[in-house]
């Protein structure tokens, strides 16, 4: 089965193929609309950001950076990221963006596999760095001053204006010499490094035609204008914040806040009263908690209201309610809110449906640039993430599956060149005739729309030859008012599950006023166990857990909050803890 995308949703009155272009053209139309800001403090023109970019590669320039050449990018999002990403990718460099939570080692393995010739890092994780001897220059993303590499931590210069307009950041000329070389579509435009789920990381390599493609193809879903307003949350480092809510907004002329700080609720609740923003983007598990610390407790009140929240008309006049409430949190202005990276549980998505919340679910991966299916908010299905976006082609390989579901394939301008000086993982990932592996398991119903199963590596095979998807029995137990979150395996031809609970919770339920490890681990796994036959009443019998397992610390995951299993389905009844 094929699908693939009919109507010509990238017509546009704009034309550009690569990023160069993409900016350029943005600068030209918007010169006076405010692009990238920080809350608090100066937002950049689009005519002060394009003199910010030409700047920085002049001095990049001047400093030996050619095409070609790696320039990591290792911040926190600010609009100096962008005029980094910007400059490198303009002037045929490859930028290499490195997620802020990754390790001291992580990094400095990143850096030597990618060859680095110049480190652009933000003060705040300079210290990840510091002892790293391997780049010959160090730009500080902050006020985009230059130091000697390995400079110590405490010999770091002044700050300077981090923000404002370009005048006088790098010299009172322009040295225009970085402009004579224009990059073409094929060249690569960016390397990204994956933690990913399943262990090392590999360099995806993406060309200026995969990511360009994906913008002109994913802006229609949201409907962005020079008027919109996005306040970006999750890290730019990953390519679904950096395509989606760096570079399409960017074509648009739209303007994105940044908050400089990490998204808690204490700073993110004042900055959406502030920016009132029009598009967001966001991983599942912001909804979910909005939706287990508002939401689920008025159905969960008392046995009443448990009752009756059974009733669906009951259940969406709650959920309306709520819904109304949770979109003047967010400022009362949203036209589309989208949600990526992992999946989305059923509780949460029924809210949003009954409480007219205006979402929408994309399907993407790294490799990918990263869009592959996705709609509007007035386009969504439950459980579904879309159709393939215009110009990709998806098909479902029926002979991995089970019958019902098959892998995902795709084939397009997104899909990366391959990963990095590694052409047996690369060779691993593409079909003989040429099409992706996401690995992820899927179907589409009769209209085209893709609807995702799980991970294919996950699936576990029952006993009698079943296929088993731990998402479904995950979300099954996630429902549950005590419960954080879970992860369920295979140990020893058994079913177990990890839980991690709300220990605030679980003190209130146990009747505890303080922490008592030996009564919590006690009563917990009672509690736990009375769970997993509740969990179990509601599976077949073939997908019934034999034991659940208290998760005290939550689960190590990925920057779009899937959880590392890796880490985890290896270690059978202990905590990871005891390893």
Request: glycine share 8%; with cysteine; net charge neutral.
């Amino acid at each position: 089965m094929k699908h693939k995308a009919e109507s010509d949703t990238t017509t546009d009155q704009t034309s550009f193929t690569t990023l160069r272009e993409l900016l350029e053209q943005s600068v030209e139309r918007f010169p006076d609309r405010p692009a990238l800001g920080l809350l608090g403090s100066y937002t950049d023109t689009y005519r002060e950001l394009g003199e910010k970019v030409e700047r920085l590669q002049a001095a990049f320039a001047s400093r030996g950076v050619a095409a070609g050449d790696r320039v990591a990018l290792l911040a926190e999002n600010r609009p100096n990221w962008g005029v980094c990403y910007l400059a490198a990718t303009g002037m045929g460099a490859v930028v290499v963006p490195i997620l802020p939570d990754f390790a001291p080692a992580e990094i400095a393995r990143i850096l030597d596999h990618a060859d680095v010739s110049l480190l652009c890092v933000s003060r705040g994780l300079y210290p990840k760095v510091a002892d790293y001897r391997g780049a010959p220059m160090v730009l500080l993303v902050d006020d985009l001053q230059f130091v000697a590499a390995a400079t110590a931590v405490d010999r770091l210069p002044e700050e300077g204006v981090p923000s404002g307009p370009a005048t006088g950041l790098f010299g009172r000329e322009k040295d225009t010499s970085a402009a004579e070389f224009r990059p073409a579509q094929e060249d690569l435009a960016a390397i990204l490094y994956t933690s990913g789920t399943t262990g090392q990381p590999k360099g995806v390599m993406l060309t200026h035609r995969n990511l360009v493609h994906n913008v002109l193809a994913a802006r229609p879903l949201a409907g962005l204008t020079p008027e919109s307003r996005l306040l970006s949350i999750l890290p730019l480092a990953h390519t679904y914040e950096c395509t989606l809510g760096f570079l399409i907004p960017i074509s648009t002329g739209s303007s994105v806040q940044y908050l400089g700080k990490p998204p808690t609720l204490s700073v993110l609740l004042p900055a959406l009263k502030e920016v009132r923003p029009t598009t967001m983007l966001s991983v599942p598990l912001i909804i979910e908690k909005i939706y287990q610390s508002r939401v689920a407790p008025v159905f969960n009140k008392n046995a009443v209201t448990r009752l009756l929240a059974k009733l669906p008309p009951f259940r969406r006049f709650v959920h309306r309610a709520a819904g109304r409430k949770v979109y003047e949190t967010f400022g009362g202005c949203l036209n589309f809110f989208g949600i990526g990276g992992a999946p989305l549980s059923p509780q949460a998505e029924r809210f949003l449906r009954e409480g007219k919340f205006p979402y929408a679910i994309g399907y993407g991966l790294t490799e990918t640039s990263p869009l592959v299916a996705g709609t509007g908010a007035a386009e969504t299905r439950s459980r579904s993430t879309g159709p393939p976006i215009e110009g990709v082609e998806v098909r479902i390989n029926q002979g991995a599956g089970d019958g019902e579901n098959g892998e995902i394939q795709v084939r397009g301008p997104n899909v990366m060149q391959g990963y990095y000086r590694n052409e047996e993982a690369t060779r691993e990932v593409f079909t003989e005739d040429g099409w992706f592996r996401t690995g992820d398991l899927g179907t589409f119903d009769k209209d085209g729309y893709l609807y995702i199963r799980g991970r294919l590596k996950n699936m576990i095979l029952g006993p009698s030859g079943e296929n088993i998807y731990p998402e479904d029995i995950e979300s099954t137990i996630n429902q549950n008012e005590l419960v954080v979150e879970s992860l369920v395996f295979q140990w020893k031809g058994q079913l177990v599950a990890r839980v991690h609970v709300n220990f605030d919770k679980l003190r209130e339920h146990l009747g505890l006023s303080e922490e008592n490890v030996a009564a919590i681990q006690t009563r917990a796994d009672e509690i736990l166990d009375g769970l997993r036959k509740q969990v179990n009443q509601q599976l077949g019998q073939f997908a019934r857990l034999s034991r659940m397992i208290l998760e005290w610390e939550p689960f190590e995951k990925t920057p779009t909050q899937k959880i590392k299993r890796f880490l985890y389905t290896h270690l059978g009844p202990r905590s990871r803890n005891e390893s």
